[in-house]
């Protein structure tokens, strides 16, 4: 009497938990995500992958490689994580526990700051010096991250002028 080898052990996720952060504004249609499977533990003819009913909407997974695709353009201030469950399934219809994994959208500073001050200098006298401050610029940078700001004068200012960027 021969006993045949049945596919009765499920695969196991051997991809983490943790996606590698994406910046926001990256792009849509990028691979976020690959998952990997051991289907070793059995007889095995390959496995497949899906993702479980509460993945993000906007996640969508490739069944042959595992490469999980985020459909839209990430961008922080609507979603700052992404969550879904990556399942693998053999041949032989076992399906592995799910893999819990999350993706982190980084924070930009994508809005340009404004400025604060003034639109008008104090009067000087003629003959007063050179090489005296006629003009403190000031911005608002608090509508987005800052590593802070640095001023400039705009092309075609006046040429004897000149500006502490601090």
Not at 130 to 136: M, R, S
């Amino acid at each position: 009497l021969a006993v045949n080898d049945l596919d009765e052990v499920a695969p196991s996720i051997t991809s983490g938990a943790t996606a590698s952060a994406i910046d926001e504004d990256s792009g849509a249609d990028q691979i976020i995500y690959t998952a990997t499977a051991d289907d070793s533990a059995d007889i095995s003819g390959g496995v497949s992958f899906s993702l479980a009913q509460g993945s993000d909407a906007a996640l969508s997974i490739n069944a042959d490689t595992g490469a999980v695709t985020l459909s839209t353009d990430p961008d922080n201030e609507t979603q700052a994580a992404y969550g879904f469950t990556v399942i693998a399934t053999d041949a032989a219809g076992n399906a592995s526990e799910g893999q819990a994994v999350t993706l982190a959208v980084n924070d930009l500073d994508e809005v340009a700051p404004s400025i604060t001050s003034g639109a008008t200098a104090t009067a000087i006298d003629e003959n007063s010096g050179a090489g005296q401050v006629i003009y403190t610029a000031t911005a608002d940078d608090s509508a987005d991250i800052s590593g802070g700001v640095s001023f400039s004068l705009a092309t075609g200012s006046d040429a004897a002028l000149s500006i502490d960027a601090d």
